[in-house]
């Protein structure tokens, strides 16, 4: 069974950085795309970046140029690294992994203006 664990969420002002990270456990992490998903009250779950098991990346268009995913195989682990955060940018944000229906907890995001 897959249980995805997230962590690195908080409050910072706009301009600021975060880094999150995700422990995926139960499955072959490193044979997997992983992503990175926000959601926020009253709008569906979006997209924010994936990276595929060879490390290829892909992002929003609204993230593009501020954040970047990695994963680390030896540590089941993928990250999301923000950068000059805006308001909009709050949300819980969950990461997953493609072909497995399981969502972590989420870690939530604040950013002030």
């Known amino acids: 069974q897959v249980r995805l664990v997230e962590s690195g969420g908080g409050l910072v002002q706009a301009g600021g950085s975060l880094r999150l990270s995700c422990v995926v456990y139960g499955i072959i992490f490193s044979a997997n795309t992983m992503g990175w998903y926000r959601q926020t009250p009253g709008k569906q779950r979006e997209m924010v970046a994936t990276?595929?098991?060879?490390?290829?990346?892909n992002y929003s268009d609204s993230v593009k140029g501020r954040f970047t995913i990695s994963r680390d195989n030896a540590k089941n682990t993928v990250y999301l690294q923000m950068n000059s955060l805006k308001p909009e940018d709050t949300a819980v944000y969950y990461c997953?992994?493609?072909?497995?229906?399981?969502w972590g907890q989420g870690t939530q995001v604040t950013v002030s203006s």
């Open positions: 997953k992994c493609r072909g497995f229906a399981n």
């Open positions: 990276i595929t098991s060879v490390g290829i990346a």
